[in-house]
């Protein structure tokens, strides 16, 4: 087999035929390859036509059907299978190859795979890959960790089949060395779930406070969307709100039941946010929101529990109730992109990946789930002041949210009166409030761990590290 394919992709489900068929149309020659082989011959059968495919049946022959040095694109499903077409195709690879991983995968493990095969000489990216089934096929937003050197070799190859944002920029550049793609993906994917949980926190109220029908909230989202709030979340927010079940005539939403599930990133981002002390607690209530749902035995034994009934507003008091509703909504987005930044601004300080997140903002303005107008801003903002301590610290976002605020608190109030539960809306509001507040009670919380375990505390008004003698005369001495 003579060496003519650009590109490899080993990996046929979903993501990967769909990925391999975006090369095949961008006009690169592709090597395409599964563990189960009628897979590649059904993807070659169906969609030969729309480039050029080159079918390997062995390892062997997609690795031999690769010009030099070799690009293999893997998309197994994550975790073990990973490693195990890594052990597969390694040996048959040369230094200077690279194999890339556009799964899900954990950055630890990419951070792990990375260091054994630099040690043989092979380039080890891990990519992040946004966009779903679609996007994969039309245009990504990608997210490509590895060596500044592999970058060089597969960059022009992503930027070509990845999706443009409306400026034509690719939604893809280098995002840091080993783990750096997969801990932005991973981040992308808590901002997905905080955005997720914040529309549909707005939807509960719409329906329940401002007593709108599943129609009508789709049409409000509509009207959303040609706003500040346009985005890709918004948008099929309102399709799906609009869905009639054809089977019974009621709305879709109504069907369907109330238990969410996850596959996993939304917690990893919740799990990497903690190690790294980083409070993302917009997402974390957005993950444990989802994990409510599903308690179904938990929430038959509670559904008794004493607490107000929703009375809906009407006329024009909904129509006022629901103009505040996307204030809380927008302020409550700056605050879990605001957290999400944050953890990859404290990611790349203790990885030293050196990530530039308006660089990031601008990879995730096409082709990925959290596609945004407002990610323009958060680009901007960056450019602006690279340094920025936090979204929060931007003069235009803070005077968005200085002008939210009220109706924002007027929403919160409005939930809690009425016994909606609104706990992402709630907890931005809350780290809002904390990063504002002049005082916490930190300070009594300091005195608490002294007391309890002599954990010690440091004064407002002098250098160093002290201790009050508790169980005795209650003076205070110095620890340092
Ligand atoms: P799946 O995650 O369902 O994985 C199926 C593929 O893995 C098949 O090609 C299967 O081969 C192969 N595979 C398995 Br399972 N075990 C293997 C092994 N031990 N050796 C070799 N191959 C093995 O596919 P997907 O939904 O297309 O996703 C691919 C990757 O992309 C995943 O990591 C996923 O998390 C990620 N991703 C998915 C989306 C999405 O929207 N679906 C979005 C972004 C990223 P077989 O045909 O022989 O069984």
């Known amino acids: 087999m003579s060496s003519t394919a650009q590109i ?11 990925l391999a068929r975006n090369f095949a149309r961008n006009g690169f020659t592709v090597a395409v390859h599964n563990r189960t082989a009628a897979k590649t011959r059904a993807l070659v059968a169906e969609h030969g036509d729309e480039g050029t495919f080159v079918a390997a049946e062995s390892a062997k022959e997609f690795v031999d059907a690769l010009e030099r040095p070799r690009r293999l694109i893997v998309m197994v499903k994550a975790g073990e299978p990973t490693d195990a077409v890594i052990d597969e195709f390694a040996p048959l690879l040369e230094p200077g190859d690279v194999i890339i991983d556009g799964g899900n995968a954990h950055f630890e493990d990419t951070r792990r795979r990375e260091r054994q095969l630099r040690e043989r000489g092979i380039h080890f990216v891990g990519v992040g890959i946004s966009g779903g089934e679609e996007g994969a096929l039309l245009g990504p937003s990608i997210m490509p960790g590895g060596s500044a050197e592999s970058y060089a070799s597969l960059g022009p190859l992503l930027e070509k089949i990845a999706a443009k944002a409306a400026d034509g920029t690719p939604c893809t550049s280098h995002i840091g060395p080993d783990g750096a793609g997969h801990f932005v993906k991973m981040v992308h994917n808590g901002i997905e779930y905080a955005d997720m949980q914040l529309i549909a926190e707005a939807y509960h109220l719409l329906r329940d406070v401002a007593g709108y029908s599943p129609a009508r909230i789709a049409e409000t989202f509509r009207a959303w969307n040609r706003g500040r709030l346009d985005s890709y979340l918004i ?3 309102a399709e799906v709100l609009a869905h009639t079940d054809a089977a019974t005539g009621r709305p879709f939403v109504d069907v369907v039941a109330d238990a969410a599930e996850q596959k996993g990133t939304g917690r990893w981002t919740v799990q990497i946010a903690l190690d790294l002390g980083v409070p993302v607690s917009g997402i974390a209530e957005a993950v444990f929101a989802r994990s409510v749902s599903g308690h179904a035995a938990l929430r038959a034994a509670s559904a008794e529990l004493a607490g107000p009934r929703a009375t809906p507003l ?6 006022a109730f629901a103009a505040q509703v996307e204030q809380a909504l ?3 987005k700056i605050v879990s992109y605001t957290q999400g930044f944050h953890q990859i601004r404290a990611g790349s300080e203790q990885y030293e990946w050196g990530v530039d997140p308006g660089a990031v903002a601008a990879l995730w303005r096409g082709g990925c789930i959290i596609r ?5 801003r958060i680009k901007a903002a960056y450019d602006a002041r690279p340094d920025l301590p936090s979204l929060l610290s931007d003069a235009g976002f803070a005077g968005e949210i200085a002008a939210a605020q009220d109706d924002w608190r007027a929403v919160l109030v409005a939930a809690v009166r009425q016994g909606i539960p609104v706990p992402a809306f709630a907890a931005s509001l809350a780290y809002y409030d904390a990063l504002r507040a002049e005082r916490l009670p930190a300070a009594l919380t300091q005195g608490q761990r002294d007391f309890f375990g002599a954990h010690t505390y440091r004064r407002t008004d002098r250098e160093g590290s002290f201790h009050t003698l508790w169980s005795g005369d209650r003076s205070e001495v110095s620890t340092d």
């Open 8 to 18: 490899g992709v080993t990996g046929l489900a979903v993501m990967g035929s769909n």
């Open 330 to 332: 927008y302020a409550s």
């Open 314 to 319: 009407s006329g024009a008091e909904a129509d």
């Open 235 to 237: 948008e099929i927010t």
């Open 372 to 376: 945004a107008a407002f990610l323009d």
